[in-house]
């Protein structure tokens, strides 16, 4: 399994590598090459041949990682360990590290990056969807002109995202998780580290007891990461309890109509919806209501996140 | 059409000339000479191809040749000691016959020697956690379990 | 040729090498990434090959058209089956009384699998080949494909093999005892059904092949991963022409095998002619998804089987209607391994009334063959009746095994089918493992467990596992073949040792095991043997490893080799010293005076004496220190154990995880305990595997939609369970030291083990577990059919 022949070009920064992207987007087929880890399988089975692959490796300004009161803001070059290794975000988001920790096996995350898991957009994958729990804001540029996308409308079928061909994500901005905000992040993969065949994230906060906002998402059950806005929205002003949870997960799992492979059926695919959605609201407001403290940093080998 | 690439494999410097599409486990076997690393999958999920890049663990076959330049590549035959002796992995997973056709094995070294530096003392859970991507079809694993967890009670074990 | 033990050279007079867990000598270069698989082979001008493959399940080929890719640059031929036809035979496979089934080096006129052979690229190196493959124009008419085994008799449209003229290419019937009269006579009739997925032995080293061809010598050496590197060689050469002291196969490391590197397979023929007319050495390694779609598929098969029983759950005969899926090609006999599953389906259980029917079907699928316990669906079908057995009686599972197990005193036992089991504790194997596990205890766990809406469920599984198959066996299961294995051991002038055998290894510690015996047969130290393995111009023709006979058969006759060579070298002693032969020892190297220890000679003195110095040797004593053995050993042995399996489903999702797993075997005298237990736990691998893992999946078109390690899910690190291992050891009588050899009674035993757990857990659901593996989507479908709610797929 050896990939077909391309050109490989290695820009030293951003702009180098727009406009060997804008001039090859034109008549080849061209590529980023970022950890490669989604890419590159796919290469060696040759279901994608780009004529043209741009390594964005040695671009400096890509691989920065900042986290402040607001915002976890990540090159797209950072990788996936570095940001899930980094106590500043498991502070300001431990959603984030949790999920992270769930992406296939350390050695890829040590080479698979945020922006290329944005990018390649596996209906699957857990970055994406963060990115839509979280509304996060995805910074793109291209030759000419850079532009923000939200989450929401970036991500658009199977594979697919808004990003032209001539564009490259160069930025992703999550929110930090307020102090009282409760979170919960559990997927069902066949064995640790595999595609999850379902994924769900939420995050709550309460007030007075009762709910004040909540938002609920899915990955695995669509062509693209699903935010279930109106199933939530039940649950504000309600009182948490497991009959909630439990009609919060029934109307999710008949809000849409899951894929349905191999892997899964519509309704394997319902089941896990309903009862990873009890799990991450029971998660979700556990932490809500006991907010812990600054988690420390996590490690290789750490803490094993328990499959349900 | 080859670039020139230049990078250090476990320890010394390395000049060669690659076609961009060469994966590094084939140059790494093929153009230098270090059939260690083993290729199993060629799709980054059997784990048999792991080295260190730059100190971090990574599937040899989900890397072009082209992505190590200015780089360091450690693979199986850089854990060699000064006197030939093996390391306090590769000797606990010969004390608790952590091996048996031996293929898998120097992809888990990679992998373990990873964990190790990054985490000393790993519980039997973290070790699974780790190695969960590395696929033995022979042993059961729960001999190699034994055998890193052994090590890890060394105190030679250092980055 | 008989099966005895050595008598006078007792074992109590030797330092005893066996029964040590000695650390493996292969663990040296292995660790240190110094092995040599056939991939690290290279050699000057060597080119690499790549296969073009069907991407349809069933197609007349109408036009090959390579022009395209012969002129990239690069590429040094491309050849198809035509071209294959011109220097190599076709293989055929026959069976008593059924159609001969040929099979060409390269199909020519259609293919019969989504992945079957179409051309050979040969190039300058595999990414140019691969370039060179896509390149390869090929136009199909389609043929129907034929996947359901169910269906083949009446598969006439288009048949696999043009010689038959449907796919149903074995339907025979053994009846045992009188079976009518047991089912006339009985309380009632139970019945059961099991299928078993199709599967793949997934080595993590998969296939390839580097040759060879000498023209001085005129000599073909082909390097490959081989299990039973002697009988491909002889085969090698009639398929190309040559004699067969013109062809060598050198099986260095090898990755793993499980059955897998048995056949000499087509790929390996036509590298080796393409070597030969091109006069290159050529190299091919198959990637990973031909290893997955195109090598060699096992385990597809079903048992429906119906038990005659009484009242109080003695059971009076059992009748079976067996069918196996063999794809598209015989690289076996098609009722080979089938019928190992009908001989041994009775298990350990006395049953002198038994029909069997075995059903063999061709379809549009890789072709099939033996992967470690190649009949492990026995196991689950044999425990799985028992229990409902005794669910449809009312009656104690574990009571209903306890009164038809065979215990130690019913044997030797001769089973319907005419084998013999003698020194099997499979009852009193039972007894230990319920010894060490409170059933009682955990059905009340389990009962609390219920109520907190936990699934926990108990499987018990009692194995029987055939080993060694002895040429006996094969005469009377296929008309024809040996079970004899060979050995050569020397000892050099210096007095070093070597010892040769005709098995080749793929992680079995046989450099070590070998050792071992020898050490211990002839009186010398492990380390001062060498074993030479792999290469059939140095080791003696001998069938190979297979059928866990590595023990009996390879292990075996060098301990016997050893033996021989051990008393002449006391008969030399003797001799020289002018003692009697009964008061000298000869052990750790040194012969020493059984009266009073005082050495007398080193290993090496005699050594040296008999090449060098031979008119010192005794009259009639021939010079050298060699011995040539060979072995035919019982036509079959067995081992049996025990496997308790603990398992949790969670109904939400079906996820099934093991919770406890426990093993009592008895494998008789172990060479090495710590590779027995390396054995068992892979073997518990496997079977974890079969139960909730693996399974390959066509689409109904034909195409094998599980072609990637994403799809075709092996056990990893996280799912196979921490096992406890006990051992009983009744040695066999008629072996050399009473081994029994073992390796795949633990794939039979936890493949029926987890199953069985998986059916308790969800038994008070009424559902029943017929099918692997028990994958999360299965077990939900078994669930939602009891749920009241309707699976919408």
């Known amino acids: 399994m050896k990939p077909a022949k391309f050109e490989y070009h290695v820009p030293s920064t951003l702009d180098q590598a727009l406009e060997v992207l804008g001039s090859l987007a034109e008549d080849g087929d061209a590529k980023i090459l970022a950890g490669g880890q989604s890419l590159i399988p796919l290469m060696n089975m040759r279901l994608s041949r780009p004529e043209h692959l741009i390594d964005l490796r040695n671009i400096l300004e890509l691989q920065r990682l900042s986290v402040d009161e607001t915002s976890v803001v990540a090159g797209s070059m950072v990788t996936q360990r570095e940001v899930e290794q980094s106590a500043a975000v498991a502070a300001g988001n431990p959603l984030l590290t949790s999920a992270i920790g769930n992406i296939a096996h350390f050695q890829i995350r040590e080479r698979g990056t945020i922006g290329g898991s944005i990018a390649h957009a596996d209906p699957s994958a857990e970055l994406p969807l963060l990115a839509v729990l979280l509304d996060a804001t995805i910074d793109i540029r291209g030759r000419v002109q850079g532009r923000t996308v939200q989450a929401g409308d970036f991500f658009v079928s199977f594979l697919t995202t808004l990003l032209e061909e001539d564009e490259v994500v160069t930025q992703v901005r999550f929110s930090t998780l307020a102090p009282d905000e409760g979170w919960g992040f559990r997927e069902f993969a066949r064995r640790r580290g595999d595609f999850a065949l379902v994924a769900a994230a939420a995050t709550v906060r309460l007030a007075s007891g009762n709910y004040e906002s909540a938002r609920l998402a899915f990955s695995g059950v669509a062509d693209v990461p699903t935010l279930l806005h109106e199933v939530s929205q039940l649950m504000v002003g309600e009182q948490p309890s497991r009959a909630l949870w439990g009609e919060v997960g029934r109307r999710a799992a008949l809000a849409i109509e899951p894929t349905s492979d191999a892997h899964a059926s519509t309704e394997d695919r319902r089941d896990l919806m309903r009862y990873l959605t009890l799990q991450v609201l029971e998660d979700s407001t556990a932490r809500a209501l006991h907010p812990a403290p600054l988690s420390g940093r996590s490690r290789v080998g750490s803490d094993p996140l328990q499959l349900p | 059409m080859t670039m020139e690439i230049s990078f250090t494999l476990n320890g010394e410097t390395m000049t060669r000339r690659v076609e961009p599409r060469r994966l590094l486990s084939d140059f790494l076997r093929e153009d230098c000479g270090h059939t260690g690393t083993h290729v199993g999958c060629e799709h980054g999920v059997c784990g048999a191809c792991t080295v260190l890049i730059d100190g971090k663990a990574a599937r040899s076959c989900l890397c072009f040749a082209v992505q190590v330049d200015n780089r360091s590549v450690t693979t199986v035959e850089g854990l060699r000691t000064e006197d030939d002796t093996l390391d306090p992995l590769q000797t606990e997973m010969h004390r608790h016959h952590a091996l048996q056709c031996g293929f898998c094995t120097p992809g888990f070294l990679m992998s373990a020697h990873a964990l190790l530096a990054e985490n000393p003392c790993p519980t039997r859970a973290q070790i699974v956690e780790a190695l969960a991507g590395n696929l033995c079809r022979c042993t059961g694993y729960t001999s190699i379990v034994d055998a890193v967890e052994a090590a890890s009670k060394r105190s030679e074990v250092a980055q | 040729m008989t099966s005895a033990t050595p008598q006078s050279v007792a074992a109590a007079a030797f330092d005893d090498a066996i029964g040590t867990s000695t650390p493996r000598k292969e663990d040296a270069r292995l660790l240190r990434g110094q092995g040599c698989f056939v991939d690290d082979i290279e050699f000057r001008g060597m080119l690499h090959a790549a ?305 069997y029917t075995i059903n063999v079907a061709l379809t549009n699928k890789c072709p099939a063959g033996t992967m470690r316990a190649p009949m492990a669906i026995v196991t689950w079908a044999t425990e799985g009746l028992v229990e409902k057995i005794a669910a449809e009686l009312g009656l104690d599972p574990v009571e209903v095994r306890r009164s038809n197990l065979i215990g130690l005193e019913d044997q030797p036992y001769v089973s319907a089918p005419g084998y013999t089991y003698e020194a099997l504790t499979l009852r009193e194997g039972l007894e230990e493992a319920l010894s060490r596990f409170d059933v009682k205890a955990f059905r009340e766990t389990q009962a609390q467990a219920r109520q907190d809406g936990r699934l926990l469920g108990l499987g018990i599984a009692t194995v029987l596992e055939p080993t060694t198959y002895g040429s006996e066996w094969y005469k009377k299961a296929l008309g024809v073949g040996s079970g004899h294995e060979a050995a050569r051991v020397r000892i050099d002038p210096s007095g070093s040792v070597s010892v040769s055998v005709g098995i080749n290894p793929s992680g079995q510690g046989y450099e070590t095991t070998l050792s071992q015996v020898v050490a211990a047969g002839l009186g010398t130290d492990i380390e001062n043997v060498a074993v030479l393995l792999g290469d059939t111009d140095v080791a003696p023709y001998g069938m190979g490893s297979r059928g866990s006979r590595g023990a009996v058969a390879g292990n075996g006759v060098a301990y016997l080799a050893a033996v021989d060579l051990h008393d002449k070298v006391l008969r030399i002693a003797a001799h020289l010293s002018g003692e009697p032969l009964s008061a000298l020892r000869l052990a750790g190297g040194q012969v020493t005076s059984a009266v009073d220890g005082d050495p007398l000679f080193s290993l090496a003195e005699i050594a040296w004496i008999a090449h060098m110095d031979p008119s010192r040797l005794p009259a009639g004593e021939p010079p050298g220190l060699e011995v040539h053995k060979t072995y035919d050993p019982p036509p079959m042995t067995f081992s049996n154990g025990t496997h308790i399996c603990v398992v949790e489903v969670v109904p939400q999702t079906g996820r099934t995880t093991i919770a406890q797993y426990m093993v009592v075997e008895d494998a008789g005298t172990l060479i090495n305990p710590m590779i027995v237990d390396g054995q068992i736990r892979g073997g518990i691998a496997m079977g974890v595997g079969h139960a909730l893992f693996e399974e390959v999946l066509y689409d109904e078109d034909g195409n094998n939609i599980t072609a990637t390690f994403m799809d075709y899910l092996i056990p990893t690190m996280d799912v196979v369970p921490d096992a406890e291992i006990h051992h009983l050891h009744t040695p066999n009588p008629h072996t050399p030291r009473g081994m029994k050899g073992m390796s795949e009674g633990p794939v039979q035993g936890s493949v029926a083990a987890i199953a069985l757990a998986v059916q308790d857990a969800i038994r008070h659901t009424g559902a029943e577990v017929n099918e692997l593996p028990l994958s999360p989507r299965r077990v939900r479908h078994l669930l939602r059919s009891t749920e009241g709610q309707n699976d919408a797929d």
């Open chain 3, 51 to 355: 296969f073009v493959r069907s991407p349809v399940a069933h197609a007349r080929i109408s036009a090959i058209e390579t022009a395209e890719a012969e002129a990239l640059p690069g590429v040094v031929a491309v050849v198809t089956g035509e071209d294959l036809a011109r220097l190599t035979t076709p293989g055929t496979i026959t069976q008593e009384n059924a159609t001969s089934l040929r099979m060409e080096t390269i199909p020519v006129a259609k293919v019969r699998f989504a992945g079957d052979l179409v051309a050979c690229v040969i190039a300058t190196d595999r990414y140019i080949a691969e370039d060179a493959a896509e390149l390869v124009d090929v136009e199909f008419e389609p043929l129907t494909p034929h996947l359901d085994m169910f269906s083949a008799q009446a598969a006439t449209e288009d048949p696999v093999d043009p010689d038959l003229p449907h796919n149903l290419h074995t339907h025979e019937t053994k009846v045992y005892g009188d079976v009518a009269g047991a089912f006339a006579q009985a309380d009632r009739v139970v019945e059961a059904q099991f299928r078993s997925p199709r599967l793949t032995h997934v080595p993590i080293e998969p296939r390839g092949v580097v040759a060879h061809w000498d023209e001085g010598r005129r000599a073909l050496t082909l390097y490959a991963g081989q299990q039973t590197a002697h009988v491909a060689r002889t085969r090698l050469a009639a398929r190309l022409g040559l004699r067969e002291n013109q062809v060598r196969i050198v099986s260095p490391d090898v990755g793993g095998a499980f059955g897998q590197k048995i056949p000499l397979y087509r790929e390996d023929i036509t590298i080796a002619a393409m070597a030969m007319h091109l006069r290159r050495p050529i190299k091919w390694i198959e990637d990973r998804m031909e290893n997955l779609t195109a090598s060699n598929h096992a385990r597809d098969d079903a048992v429906y089987i119906q038990a005659a029983v009484r009242a109080d759950g003695i059971i009076l005969g059992i009748k079976a209607a067996l069918w196996a899926d063999f794809g598209a090609y015989a690289y076996f006999p098609p009722s080979y391994i089938i019928d190992v599953v009908g001989w041994l389906l009775p298990g350990g259980y006395r049953v002198a009334n038994y029909e």
